[in-house]
């Protein structure tokens, strides 16, 4: 069974850094896709960063320039870098996986259970 464990999040003030992670327990086939998204109270989850297997990244406009999302394949573990926080960076961060599973070789969404991200001073 495949889990995927969050860490890192927690209180900062404004322009701030937080470094989240997320650590893939057990076995896929392959990975397609790693990506975070992010819910803030009342709002969409939303797309914050996504890397592909082959290390191609994407981020939305909101985050681009103070995100840096990476992969360390050897630990099974991706990583979201977030430099100079700003109060409306506040949600709910989930880890996602895309990727292939061995039991009928379809692709999947994995979902990590959340962590909290609090931007205030």
């Known amino acids: 069974q495949v889990q995927l464990v969050e860490s890192g999040g927690g209180l900062v003030q404004p322009g701030g850094s937080l470094r989240l992670s997320c650590a893939k327990r057990?076995?896929?086939?392959?990975?397609?896709?790693m990506d975070w998204y992010r819910q803030a109270p009342g709002k969409q989850r939303e797309l914050v960063a996504g890397?592909?297997?082959?290390?191609?990244?994407n981020y939305a406009d909101s985050v681009k320039g103070r995100f840096t999302i990476s992969r360390d394949n050897a630990k099974n573990t991706v990583y979201l870098q977030m430099n100079s926080l700003k109060p409306e960076d506040t949600a709910v961060y989930y880890c996602?996986?895309?990727?292939?599973?061995?039991?009928?070789?379809?692709?999947?969404?994995?979902w990590g259970q959340g962590t909290q991200v609090t931007v205030s001073s």
């Open positions: 057990g076995s896929i086939f392959s990975i397609n896709a």
């Open positions: 996602n996986v895309r990727g292939v599973r061995y039991s009928d070789l379809k692709e999947v969404d994995y």
């Open positions: 890397i592909t297997s082959g290390g191609s990244t």
